[in-house]
Structures are given as C-alpha cells and as structure tokens.
C-alpha cells in the first residue's frame, strides 16, 4: 500500500471549514483514498472515500489532485464533536482488504 | 441499525493467562477484520476472515489465534499474556459484495480493553 503523511495536528473553530491534507504521492492506479476518524477510543469510523474524481457525502468533501498525489478532506461546518484523529488511508480497490493506518491528523475543533 | 458487538468491553489478565475476545459482525457481513491498538498508538491490523478462511495476515503474533465460525462471529485467542499486549482490540466488518456499499467500508465495532497485569 502507498504510503501516506499527514500533518500531526490541526486546530479548528467551531462552525468554519476544516482542510486536511493528505500526501500520498506513491499511489498506484488502483487505489483509493479512504478517510476514516477516531473520536478518543472509539472505533475509527468510515468518512468518504475516492479514487480520481471529487466525491462529497453528507459529512464531508474529498478533493483529489488530478496526478492523485495528495488530496484534501473538508468538513464544511466543524463542530465541537468533530474533534477526533483523522486518518487518510490508500487501499486496493477491494471490499476485503486490510487498512493500514498511519499517523493521522488530530484535530481540535474549538469553541 | 445493528453495529458490530465486542465482548468483553473490559478484560483484565496476569500476565501469562490466556483471553478470548469475541466478536459479532453487523448482520450479513461476512468479512471480518482485528486491529489492535496500543496505548497512544495507531491502530494496526492483525488478522482478517472472510467466509470463514483466512484472508490476509498483518504482524499478529504467533501466540495469537482466531477464526471466524460458521454464523460469522470470530474469535482472537490469546495465550501467554505478556504486558505489552496491553491495548485496545477492535473488530471491524463489511461486506464482501457490497455495492452500493463502498468499497472497503469497514465498520468497526466499541473495542475491547485488555489489560495485562
């Protein structure tokens, strides 16, 4: 799987759009970006997922760079429960493939 | 909706005894996936099943075993605790065939806490 970095930490306000970028400049043609968050403990839980074209569901936004090196998940209107570690995963286009996570985002929404 | 169910959520050992953890998909998965995450670590894979064989293998160590039975739930059996298992585990689930479900949509399940004395 390629490999994928992110910045350790963001910090958020309440209400405005969260930007979170993911570098994943060695992915291959068929893989896909998925994006899953851990609220403290929890298990991760599934945000979106793409492979070459923007994708927008009703948590968030991905935005894939058009060589597919890198790409970035908005959330449009951070909340206080949004706080969680966010984790930018590239996976082989299959529905039982293990996730290989990385070192993840933490992000801090703010009142 | 069903989600995937953990049992124990808490576990606590000596060190050198053996646990068992459980897992129950959502109903209808029929993959199912173990991570195990360290305290202030990422989560990583360990093992996964689907139709009940083993499907893929990440650095679960060999005093680790697990299987998926014939209604799906699976099983990690740990023997020979040592400290350093100390950690989380989740199960996650999904589905094999799973359109419109997204491709590798895992749902993972509240964890087990073990701790190792």
């Known amino acids: 799987d390629a490999k994928t970095t992110q910045p350790p930490s963001m910090d958020c306000a309440e209400g405005r759009a969260a930007n979170l970028p993911c570098n994943h400049s060695t992915i291959s043609g068929n893989e896909y970006v998925y994006w899953y968050r851990q609220i403290h403990s929890q298990g991760p839980q599934y945000i979106i997922h793409?492979?070459?074209n923007n994708e927008t569901n009703e948590m968030a936004s991905l935005i894939i760079t058009e060589d597919r090196k890198s790409s970035t998940l908005i959330l449009p209107h951070a909340t206080l429960r949004d706080t969680a570690v966010y984790y930018c995963?590239?996976?082989?286009?299959?529905?039982?493939?293990?996730?290989?996570f990385g070192a993840g985002t933490t992000v801090t929404v703010r009142a | 909706a069903a989600g995937v169910i953990q049992s124990p959520r808490h576990l606590i050992k000596e060190k050198r005894e053996t646990a068992t953890l459980k897992c129950y998909p959502i109903?209808?998965?029929?993959?199912v996936y173990w991570y195990q995450q360290g305290p202030g670590q990422d989560p990583q894979f360990l093992i996964s099943?689907?139709?009940?064989?083993?499907?893929d293998k990440g650095s679960i160590p060999d005093r680790f075993s697990a299987q998926q039975f014939s209604d799906y739930h699976s099983e990690l059996n740990m023997s020979s605790l040592e400290l350093g298992d100390s950690a989380l585990y989740f199960c996650?689930?999904?589905?094999?065939?799973?359109?419109?479900?997204?491709?590798?949509?895992?749902?993972f399940g509240p964890g087990t806490r073990l701790t190792v004395l």
């Open positions: 099943f689907y139709e009940k064989m083993q499907s």
């Open positions: 996650a689930s999904s589905l094999h065939s799973g359109l419109p479900v997204p491709y590798n949509e895992q749902f």
């Open positions: 793409g492979l070459k």
């Open positions: 995963i590239v996976s082989r286009r299959s529905n039982d493939y293990k996730l290989s």
């Open positions: 109903p209808r998965h029929d993959t």
